[in-house]
């Protein structure tokens, strides 16, 4: 969460858990065939979801990341879907991407996104996030407008930021559902948030538990 003067930015995860709209959605709703048929995988796996908001004059951007470091879990199958809920151009905080950076086989360390927040584990093989946006043009960056009802899918290394929301009565609301393919598996190392961790899993344990329902199969 930030809050200034001049804006206010605050989100929720696992909202499915407590709210029967976002339940059903996750459970049920159409971006799980999105999300199977990009991974290819046999059985798709819910992890979390999560509001994101930016209110109206909020100057802080989302820094560059890559989310997989961020959460207990390893495997290559790691997808996120992202909707947004208002329209969304780059002046509201528009997400943009570094094509390609999920091929790089490269895990940047997790940085808290609110100042006065704690500072994450250093994980291990964790490497510190390059200033992307003083070299903009070693990149190939993209980013589009979007409308409610559209849908972004990225892998969990693909890295991505927004700008802050500098509308004056625009907000942002932005909703992700991540989810994980059959093959992956529970990390218990250090690095990740503790939000997002399980006490009944210990490394390397399959995801089959409540809070990871199975939410798509192939031919079910």
């Known amino acids: 969460m930030y809050r200034s003067e001049a ?3 605050h989100g929720n995860l696992r909202v499915w858990e407590n709210d029967d709209g976002f339940r059903q959605f996750c459970l049920h709703g159409p971006h799980r065939t999105v999300a199977g048929d ?3 995988d046999r059985a798709l796996t819910l992890f979390y979801d999560q509001l994101f908001v930016k209110e109206p004059t909020t100057p802080q951007p989302t820094r560059w990341h890559n989310d997989q470091p961020y959460r207990p879990v390893r495997g290559w199958p790691v997808m996120s879907i992202w909707i947004p809920l208002d329209p969304v151009i ?19 360390q ?21 200033d992307i946006d003083s070299r903009r043009d070693r990149y190939r960056i993209v980013g589009w407008d979007m409308d409610p009802g559209d849908v972004l899918a990225f892998h969990a290394l693909t890295i991505h930021g927004a700008g802050g929301n500098l509308t004056e009565g625009t907000r942002r609301h ?14 218990a190392g250090p690095g990740p948030s503790a939000g997002l961790r399980n006490p009944e899993l210990f490394d390397s344990d399959p995801l089959e538990i409540t809070q990871y329902p199975i939410v798509w199969q192939v031919g079910v």
């Open 7 to 9: 804006g206010y930015f």
């Open 110 to 130: 997790p940085e808290p996104f609110a100042e006065g927040t704690s500072a994450y584990e250093a994980g291990e093989g964790y490497e510190p996030m390059p």
């Open 38 to 40: 990009l991974l290819g």
């Open 90 to 108: 780059r002046e509201s905080g528009g997400l943009e991407f570094v094509a390609g950076s999920h091929l790089w086989g490269r895990w940047f």
């Open 174 to 187: 932005g909703y992700a559902v991540r989810h994980c393919g059959e093959e992956c598996r529970y990390f």
